[in-house]
């Protein structure tokens, strides 16, 4: 984040007061409906989303008595890097894709039903704005570049001013963090935890998305080697970040209320989430001589699952197939990655060979079809040829793996940016950080572990 | 144990044994005796009627003496040989129902030794016989000649089985003749053997018991008439003519007599005339049922009630003059007394006729019958009594019926137990699916209950009882009154 | 009791499909096979004590009557069968069909069995079959 000049931005401010006084919140809706319907579809209210979590079990019970989220604080840099994306609106009248997004965003948290919305400028802290100041702000274009003020200094402010139960904290930002000199570069990580750990929060959380947009204004490289700025850039889009901040469960509340459809690489630290509602499946895909082990299995009540495979005879000739029904829709949108799941889906077993042999979402056969296989939505499907001589359990589990965007969004040397491409300089070594703060044991805890039972018929 | 000795004299005499015989079958009681002792008296060896009642006499008595003394039921009362009342039969008494006369097969000419005799007793023979009274062979009988019978009879006295019958004759027991006033045998024989029994100075024995003995008798009157023939030497012209002559000789002549009973009817339908021999079997007739009715009706009074103001004089009324009697015909009295009996005998013999051979049926299981009815004696022999030809349950009933006058109570041309007895159907209800009234589904159903219910090791004993209950039950629960 | 249920019905193998197992071991066949138990026991109540006792009926206590209803039996144990399992939702396959044929040979020893024990009591079968 960098200081800029300020007076550029006169003409957009007077444009964005010009429009304020024009649009109602029922004029901003219709537009942002018909202007990027694909990107946000007007049905994205906060309110109407939870009771998708009632289908979870859990945690999802006390989100739900919980309610809407108690505040949501909207946090936007507006330090002079961030001038590329909120250009004071030109001749042209096109704007930058940040714009439209943040803007539409802001418009979204403000119609959500959290009892309290606050929106905040950062500059050298946090200045409170009105919906429609701050709206303005990303419309028009930044009128009083900040000065910058190092990421780890705003997050520390808000983990130790702002931070509060059933309460949220997005912090809109390029995330540009730069040293001050080149041996400071390997500590990036530890400067993150630190700021992030002072305040001792037990339940923190930290969801990170991360998007890109065009940018049309002076870059302002984190390594200032080569160049202190890069004028009228950027041939690539640059990236930018909502990091969402507060307690595990409102992170992930408010992940799954407003964040949900948003097209996004995401990554999430400390969010805990419901164990997914799940289910062996004894007549979608199965092979071989297995059914349910449970003694109530015949029961067969409306939304039973059952977890124990009882195998009444299997060899390597005639293997026995089984496949595991997953709801993930209480999970955020990486999670329910097929991409993300094929490699991160673990099982773990004794005295067996089972293992995962697919992965896969729901299709329409799927949702359509009579059978238990319609209330969910991924599906794993695991082979056994042998199994141990008695009951053994057997977890599907659900790494926490880093996802691969994260490094490939991660340059060393932003210097040349139009040639890197749309990368954040050591994006990695700051959710190193995150990360080192968020996760308590050595092991990152998995995402959910699904315990099933192997056990040879009676 | 008191006994009935029955001396049935002449032809009339067997077919009335025979009508008794049937009425026992059927389940009449006879009281006050446990033992019935019929002797027919007929010189007539081949006579039709006595041989086929002496047949069905053993019959009788074979079935009887497979059952066993029982208090009710077809064939409750035992029906005994003379010969057979006592071990000790002195060899000279054969074991049969019938008098033995030693085989008289020589003419009254020679029997009287008429050549031997004086000219004077010659002449006296002359005046009382006729010529064709002396030359006439006593094999055939009297044929209708009470002077010629009256000489023959009294040798009887003599014989070594009035002697065995006197020896076993004892206090309380009674003595029953059955004969026709109208014939040669009977007319002759009956004041004849009443007048040596009661004789006060007899050579034989327990004569006191025999002199007190309570004694009934029937006499028939003409109840029937021959065909005229020219040259035949039985007229039943002379019928009248010659009761008219007994009943004049009885009037003073019978002596010791405690009831006697007089049955006569109008002759109709001439039967065939036949004076003797085996050609003599003339259907069974009313007359003869209601004569057989008169040794039930003796027995049904007390000892004192027969010797107070004796002799008794008893004679029949029927309750309608018809020439086709049924159940309805006949006083109320003679209807009770063998209505039901008889229409259980019909039920039983119809039955076992028409459904025990081919039944299927846990009581026919159970009774074995399959092997029973074709390999056992005594089966064979009930199957003998109920359809014989000549002596059987049937026959004794078409007889009846085909007679005149004739009694008709069943109609033995049908096959439906419902319609069986004559002018009274078995009602069977419309609205019971069920109720088919006496079908034979019903007699299957209350025989296979009767045969769990009725504990009889003996599978022919278990038969009778079966079909006695069976049939009483139907009787009661179906026809209810005739 | 599902024990022996289930050790009666598997005589003919093991369920099919396998994962419907748990179904027809705990419902199925305790259900078929108690209602077979009770059918036949019916049947034999009404030929032995009912038409050939109560109702008097002495004409219908031949082997083929006998015969008549032991089928009939059969069929409804067939039935029942196919009804049990389509009631309870199993996954279509043949070893339905095996299972209440099964069940049919199951109904025809069921009735024979109280037949023999029953035939006593009755007035006019206490003979049959034998």
């Known amino acids: 984040m960098h200081l800029t000049s300020s007076f550029r931005l006169l003409p957009a401010v007077a444009l964005g007061l010009l429009l304020t006084g024009c649009y109602s919140r029922d004029d901003i809706k219709g537009q942002a409906g018909t202007e990027t319907p694909a990107e946000v579809p007007p049905t994205e209210v906060p309110g109407a989303v939870a009771p998708k979590e009632t289908a979870a079990p859990a945690v999802a019970a006390d989100a739900g008595a919980a309610g809407p989220l108690q505040a949501i604080n909207v946090f936007l840099e507006v330090s002079g890097s961030m001038e590329g994306f909120m250009p004071k609106t030109g001749g042209s009248g096109s704007n930058t894709r940040f714009q439209q997004h943040v803007a539409q965003f802001l418009s979204e948290v403000n119609r959500s039903s959290a009892a309290r919305k606050t929106f905040f400028r950062i500059k050298e802290k946090p200045y409170r704005d009105s919906y429609q100041q701050l709206s303005q702000t990303v419309r028009g274009g930044i009128q009083q570049p900040a000065s910058s003020t190092d990421i780890p200094t705003v997050l520390d402010t808000l983990v130790s001013g702002y931070y509060a139960p059933n309460t949220v904290n997005v912090l809109i930002s390029d995330f540009i963090y730069s040293p001050k000199n080149a041996g400071a570069i390997p500590y990036i990580s530890t400067d993150i935890t630190d700021a992030l750990n002072r305040a001792q929060r037990p339940d923190l959380a930290v969801s990170v998305y991360g998007y890109a947009s065009d940018f049309r204004g002076a870059y302002y490289p984190a390594l200032k080697t080569a160049v202190r700025k890069i004028n009228s850039c950027c041939d690539t889009d640059i990236p930018y970040y909502f990091w969402v901040i507060g307690p595990a469960d409102a992170v992930r509340r408010f992940d799954a209320a407003l964040l949900e459809k948003q097209p996004a690489q995401q990554v999430h630290f400390g969010v805990k989430y419901p164990v997914p509602a799940s289910s062996l499946l004894s007549r979608f895909q199965n092979v071989g001589s297995w059914y349910y082990g449970e003694k109530d299995a015949s029961k067969r009540a409306a939304g039973a699952s059952y977890h124990t495979v009882a195998v009444s005879s299997v060899s390597a000739k005639g293997p026995v197939e089984f496949v595991v029904g997953l709801d993930l829709k209480t999970l955020p949108g990486l999670y329910r990655d097929v991409k993300y799941l094929k490699p991160n889906l673990q099982l773990q077993a004794q005295d067996t060979d089972a293992k995962i042999i697919d992965v896969f979402a729901a299709n329409d056969q799927t949702k359509n079809s009579s059978g238990a296989e319609n209330q969910y939505t991924h599906f794993v499907k695991v082979r056994v040829t042998k199994l141990g001589k008695a009951a053994r359990p057997l977890q599907l589990v659900l790494k926490n793996q880093r996802p691969a965007w994260i490094s490939q969004w991660t340059t060393k040397n932003d210097s040349n940016i139009n040639q890197a491409g749309a990368k954040t300089f050591a994006l990695s070594s700051l959710l190193d950080g995150v990360e080192a703060v968020t996760a308590t044991d050595q092991e990152k805890a998995p995402v959910f572990t699904i315990p099933l039972t192997l056990q040879p018929a009676d | ?482 | 009791m599902k024990g022996f249920f289930r050790f009666l019905y598997e005589l003919i193998g093991t369920p099919q499909p396998p994962s419907e197992t748990p179904v027809y071991r705990e419902v199925i066949f305790p259900n078929v096979g108690l209602l077979t138990i009770g059918l036949s026991l019916a049947m034999v109540l009404i030929f032995y004590y009912l038409i050939n006792k109560a109702m008097g009926v002495a004409t219908f206590n031949k082997v083929r009557h006998w015969v008549i209803f032991l089928i009939i039996n059969a069929l409804l144990a067939f039935i029942i069968g196919i009804w049990q399992t389509s009631s309870q939702e199993v996954a279509s396959h043949s070893y339905v069909y095996w299972m209440s044929t099964w069940n049919a040979i199951l109904g025809l020893f069921w009735f024979f069995l109280f037949s023999v024990l029953l035939k006593r009591g009755s007035t006019n079968a206490s003979t049959t079959p034998f």
């Not at chain 2, 086929?52 to 009710?72: A, C, W």
């Not at chain 2, 049937?394 to 007889?399: C, G, N, S, Y």
């Open chain 2, 1 to 482: 144990m008191a006994k009935l000795f029955i001396f049935g004299i002449g032809g009339t005499g067997s077919r009335v044994i025979r009508s008794l015989t049937m009425l026992l079958a059927s389940g009449v009681k006879l009281a006050n005796c446990d033992r019935v002792v019929p002797i027919i008296i007929d010189p007539d060896a081949h006579n039709g009627d006595m041989n086929r009642t002496v047949d069905m006499l053993k019959s009788y008595q074979q079935i009887y003496q497979h059952l066993g003394p029982r208090e009710d039921g077809f064939f409750q009362t035992d029906m005994s040989t003379l010969s057979s009342i006592s071990a000790d039969t002195n060899g000279g008494v054969k074991d049969t129902f019938v008098f033995d006369f030693g085989g008289i097969n020589q003419s009254f000419r020679q029997y009287l030794s008429y050549d031997q005799l004086s000219v004077d007793s010659k002449g006296l023979v002359e005046l009382l016989f006729t010529q064709d009274n002396l030359e006439s062979p006593l094999t055939i009988g009297f044929r209708g000649s009470p002077n010629v019978g009256s000489i023959v009879l009294n040798k009887v006295v003599e014989s070594p089985e009035i002697r065995f019958f006197a020896d076993n004759f004892q206090a309380g027991d009674r003595v029953f003749f059955i004969s026709s006033i109208f014939g040669g045998t009977g007319a002759a024989g009956f004041p004849l053997l009443l007048k040596n029994l009661k004789d006060p100075n007899t050579r034989l024995s327990n004569a006191g018991y025999l002199r007190n003995a309570l004694t009934g008798a029937v006499t028939v009157m003409p109840y029937f008439a021959l065909q005229s023939e020219d040259n035949s030497v039985i007229d039943s012209n002379s019928f009248l003519t010659k009761t008219k002559a007994a009943l004049s000789y009885y009037e003073h002549n019978l002596q010791g007599l405690d009831a006697l009973y007089y049955l006569a009817d109008t002759p109709d339908t001439p039967y065939e005339n036949q004076p003797g021999g085996t050609a003599q079997r003339n259907k069974a007739h009313l007359i003869e049922l209601l004569a057989a009715l008169s040794v039930v009706d003796f027995m049904q009074y007390s000892d004192a009630e027969l010797r107070n103001g004796a002799p008794h004089f008893h004679e029949y009324g029927l309750g309608t003059d018809t020439q086709d009697l049924n159940f309805s015909h006949l006083p109320d009295e003679s209807r009770e007394l063998i209505a039901k009996h008889l229409t259980q005998l019909l039920y039983f013999s119809r039955y076992h006729k028409q459904h025990l051979p081919t039944d299927k049926a846990p009581y026919h299981d159970n009774l074995n019958l399959t092997h029973a009815l074709r390999n056992e004696p005594i089966f064979k022999e009930l199957n003998n009594f109920l359809h014989s030809p000549e002596y059987g349950v049937d026959e004794w009933l078409k007889e009846l019926s085909q007679n005149r006058r004739s009694f008709r109570p069943f109609d033995l041309t049908t096959d439906d137990f419902n319609a069986m007895i004559a002018g009274k159907p078995v009602e069977k209800k419309w609205n019971d699916f069920f109720n088919k009234g006496l079908s034979q589904n019903y007699f299957l159903n209350q025989l296979n209950d009767a045969a769990k219910s009725i504990h009889e090791p003996d599978s022919f004993r278990k038969l009778v009882a079966l079909f006695d209950q069976v049939t009483d039950k139907a009787f009661e629960e179906k026809v209810k009154v005739v």
